[in-house]
């Protein structure tokens, strides 16, 4: 009876937004505006039936109706009520649909902000937003099913993933993610809506932005969250390894940031406006691309437990949305016009246009190295990979040189810079960045990467602090987007440069230790105390414990484990960190034997690990000062040289 | 028309699709084991179940099907009827081995009394056999072929089907 309704539901979602698509497209091409009404409805109801969906999924969940063939995959009667909550996302099926609740937020939530307004790009948009829902009610309806009937229902099921009731951050995780691609579809639509009406005119920029910002929001912090998840479980004491899933995540980011650079600039000068609009594309395409990398099992990946037989159906949508967007573009770009110019490359403008080179480059970079083994195989049938040292050889000095320009940027003024301003933006801060780099060599840092890392991040720093305060009080009430903005900024500037020191100045050891036997790293002296076997119902644990201390001081007890869980081939080890603000102490075990009380053990000292977490959220709440509308009067195209003017936005 | 951006995203989009759909299917996980090809490595184990000293040495002149498994393990409560149905329908031609990784006697046995069994079982109590043979996880299984080369490694929960195309490679 539940698996009905869910399948009547979702048939239900395919019509609708099938439906709604077709008429908003008609009512765009007759300028009708009943027609907008009524794709407006269309677009509620989609949204409508995926909440109810969501709403008969959750309670099959919790009343544990094993006849519903997603509870029968991943329900439980063992676990937790909250491990069953947030079951909805631990497999294909129920994270589809979970995408599909997202979308319907996201659609009914723009469509609603956008009452009254923009009526001649709006039903492109929603025809747009409603044709993406089609495709994934389509994919609910039949390839990933979680509402499929199981004629003679067991008593119980075998609960979710055992990887997501392994650590908190794995929950938190997947909904960040889905946050930030599903909300990439708004924009997507913004943008298409402008290519077909043929015009993108300045009241339709803040829209179009702000669709942007709010996904990028939620990506940025939930590829933190990802960094994390893997640093405080998968044990070998990093937390980036340029796996393809976490590529997948970083590539919509890249194009994403690069466009909301550049849409600063087509709201300045009106110029770039086809290229804003092609990165806004590129973003959407590459969140599917990204969900292809991770739900086709094609690519080798930490993240292989996702893997699913939908990867084809997503390739082919892949496909059709690329083939729509470059048909598009090529069609109409030309009929967005710039209506102004860049005077000089010496100019904020002109560093504008150097970062979007630098994000496109990276983007590039990052989408060969994580394509090149498909690449290797479909030529040469060979198994190859590109591994670190190319990410790390191509990413580091592209990721350098963005964190100069974080500096350089908004020290220059709009339109032309005179070589005594050009001279004078770069020469006083760099006293800040040459003070850090030598703080930086006094404790230890080496790596000339490093040091120039510390150099450009004083700089910037600097630049950023004195752009953050200028105008005091007056830069909250009248500048709020500039300030979120430069929060954004001092947010990344501490996020490279702890990316820099904790990469380049961690040390580590391995011990063999027998009960009551200590080792020293660094200022602590690791003791171990014992070796315990824990049995949980869903996992086996051997837990190793140890003191540490610091000058004969007790600091903390830390539990390295490694877990067994029954569904799974291979042990999970768990490690333990001791975090502060300057250093993270991390214990990860190679091997134990509770038998004879021996722990092989890793131990890692790494600098500045915390500050990574702490600057990305602080990047997210800076978006989120900068997404908060201000009450001013529409923007009016004019060229001038109010810092603190609502436009006046940083690099 | 902007022939520009048409000649460029077509060219960047085809490649990029090509090379997706190409790669549909493969599996990037699988590799095979550096011991195919490779005489089994010798071990002798006493069976749990039947008691028999089991010899791979002198198992030759029938397809060995060896497979590593576990009580902890519930791939290996999937496999277990597969292996025990084929054993029994085709157990004179070919010896089936169980090696049981990582775990106790006691447990062994009360899962082979409520489940089954048709062929020996072996304790390998500190996994040295385990080791020999580079298994990762269980469970895994290995064809032998009557002169005692490994011909085929499969890992994951056993088929029916998978184990009949794997036997053919053993009696070639």
Redesign the interface.
């Known amino acids: 009876m539940t698996a009905t309704l869910g399948r009547f539901l979702i048939l239900a979602s395919v019509f609708v937004s099938a439906a709604g698509s077709m008429v908003a497209f008609a009512a765009g091409r007759k300028r009708s505006l009943d027609g907008l009404k009524m794709a407006r409805r269309f677009a509620y109801g989609f949204a409508a039936l995926m909440v109810l969906a969501t709403i008969v999924m959750e309670f099959a969940l919790l009343t544990h109706d094993f006849s519903v063939g997603y509870v029968a995959q991943v329900g439980s009667r063992e676990v937790p009520t909250w491990v069953t909550i947030v079951s909805l996302w631990s497999s294909l099926e129920g994270s589809i649909l979970f995408w599909g609740l997202v979308m319907g937020f996201y659609i009914a939530g723009a469509t609603w902000l956008t009452r009254g307004q923009h009526e001649e790009y709006m039903p492109f948009a929603i025809g747009t937003w409603l044709a993406c829902a089609t495709f994934f009610s389509f994919l609910i309806a039949g390839p990933a099913n979680p509402f499929l009937s199981i004629p003679n229902p067991q008593p119980d099921g075998p609960g979710p993933n055992p990887l997501l009731q392994n650590h908190l951050l794995m929950i938190i995780h997947p909904p960040f993610l889905y946050l930030g691609y599903v909300g990439m579809t708004i924009p997507f639509g913004f943008a298409c809506a402008a290519l077909l009406r043929g015009r993108l005119g300045h009241s339709f920029l803040r829209p179009l932005r702000s669709a942007l910002l709010l996904p990028w929001i939620f990506l940025t912090i939930a590829i933190m969250l990802g960094g994390w998840w893997a640093y405080e479980v998968l044990g070998w004491g990093g937390y980036w390894a340029w796996d393809p899933v976490e590529n997948a995540s970083l590539l919509p980011w890249l194009t994403a940031t690069a466009a909301l650079h550049s849409a600063i600039v087509m709201e300045r000068r009106g110029v770039l406006k086809g290229w804003t609009v092609t990165l806004v594309q590129a973003s959407f395409l590459l969140t599917i691309l990204g969900t292809f990398m991770t739900r086709s099992g094609v690519f080798n990946s930490v993240h292989s437990f996702t893997q699913s037989s939908i990867g084809p159906t997503i390739l082919v949508f892949f496909s059709a949305a690329l083939l729509f967007t470059v048909v598009l573009l090529a069609l109409r770009v030309d009929s967005l016009e710039s209506e102004g110019k860049i005077d000089s490359a010496v100019s904020r403008e002109g560093m504008f246009l150097v970062n979007n080179l630098f994000f496109v480059l990276l983007t590039f970079t990052v989408l060969i190295g994580t394509c090149f083994p498909l690449i290797v195989e479909a030529v040469k049938g060979k198994q190859m990979s590109v591994g670190r040292p190319y990410f790390d050889s191509m990413v580091v000095p592209i990721g350098t040189a963005l964190l100069f320009l974080i500096g350089v940027g908004p020290a220059l003024p709009w339109g032309r810079a005179t070589k005594q301003q050009a001279l004078r933006s770069l020469s006083l801060p760099f006293v800040s960045g040459v003070v850090v780099a030598t703080i930086g060599y006094a404790a230890g840092a080496r790596n000339p990467w490093t040091l120039l890392t510390l150099l450009f991040g004083g700089y910037a720093g600097w630049v950023t602090l004195v752009e953050m305060w200028r105008g005091g009080t007056k830069t909250l009430r009248r500048g709020r987007r500039r300030f979120g903005s430069y929060v954004v900024h001092a947010g990344a500037v501490i996020v490279l440069v702890s990316i820099a020191v904790s990469s380049t100045m961690r040390t580590s050891k391995e011990v063999r230790l027998t009960r009551g036997e200590a080792a020293n790293i660094g200022p602590y002296t690791v003791t171990f105390l014992v070796a315990e076997e824990r049995t949980e119902p869903h996992r086996q644990s051997t837990i190793a414990r140890f003191a540490v201390t610091s000058n004969g001081k007790a600091v903390t007890t830390l539990e390295p484990r490694m877990n067994q869980y029954a569904m799974m081939r291979e042990p999970i080890g768990t490690p333990d960190v001791h975090s502060t603000l300057t250093r993270d102490l991390y214990l990860s075990i190679m091997n134990i034997d509770p038998n004879s009380q021996t722990v092989g053990l890793m131990m890692i000292i790494t600098p500045m690990v915390s500050w990574i977490w702490i600057a990305v959220l602080m990047m997210g709440v800076g978006g989120l000062i900068a997404l908060i509308p201000v009450r001013t009067p529409s923007l009016v195209l004019r060229e001038v040289k109010d810092p603190l003017g609502e436009d006046a936005i940083p690099v | ?3 520009t ?2 000649i460029v ?2 060219a960047i ?1 085809l490649a ?14 699988h ?1 095979d084991s550096p011991l195919i090809g490779r005489p089994a490595p010798p071990f002798a184990l006493k069976a749990i179940n039947t008691g028999e000293m089991i010899d791979i040495a002198r198992l030759r002149g029938k397809p060995v099907i060896l497979n590593f498994w576990a009580t ?4 290996c409560y999937q496999e277990h009827p597969v292996l025990v149905e084929n054993a029994q329908r085709i157990g004179s031609n070919v010896q089936f081995v169980g090696v049981v990784f990582n775990d106790s006697e006691d447990k062994i046995n009360a899962f082979l009394r409520q489940r089954g069994s048709a062929y020996p079982t072996l304790l390998d109590e500190q996994g040295k056999t385990a080791i020999a043979y580079g298994v ?4 895994e299984t290995y064809f032998i072929n009557p002169k005692g080369v490994i011909v085929a490694k499969f ?2 929960p056993m088929t029916t089907e998978v184990l009949q195309a794997n036997l053919s490679k053993a009696m070639q």
């Open positions: 028309m902007n022939r951006v048409l995203g077509s989009g990029l699709v090509a090379v997706l759909f190409l790669s549909l299917g493969n599996d990037p996980s590799i902890w393990c519930v791939p990762g996880g269980v469970p890992a994951g």
